[in-house]
């Protein structure tokens, strides 16, 4: 099948509600929560702990936390992923570029219909996750092929967790910052999991989570372990700034509920490092190529003020490579390894 004329390429993101207020959120969480690929568990249970518990005291909960970032221009992560794509397609020659959300809007239907009335019958389909996860890839996969008329259709980016583009683009956006800022520690928070989810890339149970240093196999790396391709995305980002990997650590951060998630856990860790002594922290978060409410009001904000309550002189949240020249090359770059496109230099 060729990739050439008669091709788009959509970026795919998790979503945003649509307005920074109780009603917006609770159509989104609904919509998100309500995904099984997101609450694993039996259906009547997952229905009773959204509609009981989750929605009745959530929403304004999340629209205080949205308010606290939202722009003249709208959600953070909307506004620098439709920059993102312009800029993507500035970089492709001839080939048009989309978003879609999986939740909320504009939804990846609007982008797959944006991208025929733009005269594409084939696609380019990339989340923008670099690290795979049944929660995150796996739901926009089983959504796309739900839209799609054939699989032939489509060429997919699995994971770019340790690809030389998106390793180099947060090498831009994290360097300058972390040479100003002179960090004591550096902490790679990535977005957690249910352990239940990671286990499901080892379904004989011989090795997921049952030692310590499990994760830096590389084969669970290649299986599809989310956790083991975090761990792999800190040792990139080592080896590109050249930190001294003493001054680094892995955590992950956004659980929700009581259940058993990856560890350890970013607040946990926050702890850990001030008793240690630290008192210069910053923060990167390589599980997002774009900013959004987890980076910006979780660490940036929450992440801070617990930081200084710990008795931390200053966190710095590094920010996401967003819709900068690097990550516009980087994409560029996977979506011409899937194409092929030409890359315009």
Known sequence: MSFASGTGVLLINLGTPDAPTAPALRRYLRQFLGDPRVLVMPAPIRWLLLELVILPRRPKQSAHAYQQIWTPEGSPLLVEMLALGRA?????EDVPVEIGMRYGSPSIE??????RERGAERFVLLPMFPQQA?????????????LLEAPEQARWI????QHPAFLEAWREAAEGVLGEFA????????????????????PVGE???????CCEDPAAQAGGCYRAQCFATTQGLIDVLGLDAQI??????SRLGSGRW????????????????VRRLAVLCPAFVTDNLETLEEIGMRGADQWRELGGEELCLVPCPNSGDAMATAVATLAAEAGPFTVAR
Request: glycine share 6%; with cysteine.
């Open 88 to 92: 993507v397609e500035a970089q492709l």
């Open 262 to 277: 990856i560890q350890p856990y970013t607040d946990e860790r926050l702890t850990e490092l001030a008793k240690r002594g």
């Open 134 to 146: 049944e929660a995150v890839t796996g739901s926009i996969r089983a959504e796309c092929e739900r």
């Open 207 to 213: 090795h997921c989570l049952v030692k310590p240093d």
């Open 110 to 115: 609007t982008g797959l219909e944006k991208l």
């Open 248 to 253: 680094v650590s892995t955590s992950f951060q």
């Open 158 to 161: 699995d994971d770019f967790y």
């Open 183 to 202: 960090p004591d520690h550096i902490l790679m928070s990535f977005h957690g999991l249910q352990e239940s989810q990671v286990k499901r890339s080892d």
